[in-house]
């Protein structure tokens, strides 16, 4: 991949260099992933889009690994940039299947929807947010496209300055073990929300996060009855501090059912399930032929909380309080499973344990099996 010099720092861009996220390479191995999923329901090549392209290191691994893309979008509101994308489709063979543009990212995403390019694919990947980027990019959306969107402002996600992400995302975050899954799911309900402002019925099908960001994969069919529906999986999730006690709820409430504290309330939020099963399998059969093995365990994982609750149980909190360390996360699930409960070990946090059962059954079983 060609870079300009000077264009690796670790902070975003000034506007004069073109910039490369040389973080990003496993956001844009999932990214290959998943496309190559998406495209198994197209007969033809997909159209993709690409409005915050960088020195456009995505579109041409799109370009070149997914075996169904078709035309690409690549933009960049600095020209620099587009010269080094340009430049680097060249060397690497694909610049006749791409367009190149210098736009703000808004506008080049109204542009397509104005000349009626509309694309099968969006991916949005900013500095910070994605909030102002989300409504042109669906605006740009075919009927049944795929919108991906990651967010890399993760500590006001996670509960940092709350009043920023209520701006943002629309909803609270909550400052918890499981913050990062918090975050994903305000991310989603804000892409979900103004999804359905156009009468567009969602289908979340991945999300994946690590500490630099948040990102999340879902397409969207247009369909009033159907985005109906989705409004029933927004809603809330509450923690008691006091006794540890956390559930889903379509509403906010004050008093813990346990302990009688005082709970918190996260969201609105998706409540619903953040990943697909069918297109994980399918992102899976793609990992097993390709150079992606490493990802396998992360999308089995994401395939096991499919049907769990919206948070997870963070093994090494419990077991401090109780002063017994040593407990591993999938024995944990394993002794649950055996009692009946469903559980899994978070795709997110490999110390995150999802489960139907309460924190007393949990409680119960780290006493019984104690080290």
Request: aromatic share 8%.
């Amino acid at each position: 991949m060609l870079v300009p010099k000077g264009c690796l720092g670790k902070g975003p861009p000034d506007g004069k260099l073109a910039f490369f996220n040389w973080r990003g390479k496993v956001v844009r191995d999932f990214t290959v992933l998943a496309y190559d999923a998406y495209s198994e329901a197209f007969p033809e090549p997909f159209s993709f889009a690409d409005p915050l392209a960088g020195v456009g290191a995505r579109s041409i691994r799109v370009a070149l690994e997914c075996k169904k893309s078709g035309h690409l979008f690549v933009n960049d509101v600095n020209p620099l940039a587009m010269e080094a994308a340009r430049l680097a489709s060249q060397r690497n063979g694909v610049h006749g299947k791409m367009s190149f543009h210098a736009e703000e990212a808004g506008l080049f995403l109204a542009e397509l929807s104005g000349r009626r390019e509309r694309v099968d694919i969006v991916d949005i990947d900013p500095f910070g947010t994605p909030a102002p980027y989300v409504e042109p990019a669906l605006r740009a959306l075919k009927d049944g496209g795929l919108l991906s969107v990651t967010a890399t402002d993760t500590a006001i996600l996670c509960g940092i300055h709350p009043q920023v992400a209520f701006r943002k995302y629309l909803g609270v975050p909550l400052r918890s073990e499981y913050c990062v899954e918090v975050g994903l799911r305000l991310l989603l309900a804000m892409v979900v929300r103004k999804g359905l402002a156009f009468d567009m019925a969602p289908r979340p099908l991945f999300a994946h996060a690590d500490q630099h960001y948040m990102r999340v994969y879902c397409s969207f069919e247009l369909s009033a009855s159907k985005a109906n529906l989705a409004v029933g999986h927004l809603g809330y999730v509450l923690h008691c501090f006091k006794c540890g006690h956390r559930e889903a709820s379509p509403s906010a409430k004050e008093r813990c059912g346990r302990c009688g504290g005082t709970m918190q309330a996260a969201g609105p939020l998706w409540t619903s399930d953040l990943h697909d099963s069918y297109f994980l399998k399918r992102m899976s059969a793609s990992a097993r032929e390709g150079p992606f093995l490493r990802f396998l365990t992360i999308l089995d994982r994401a395939s096991s909380e499919v049907g769990l609750p919206p948070y997870f149980f963070k093994l090494p909190k419990l077991t401090a309080a109780l002063k017994s360390p040593g407990h591993s996360p999938s024995k944990v699930v394993e002794e649950l499973s055996k009692i009946g409960y469903r559980a899994a070990v978070s795709s997110v946090d490999p110390q995150g344990i999802k489960t139907d059962a309460s924190i007393e059954e949990i409680i119960a079983i780290l006493k019984a099996s104690n080290p």
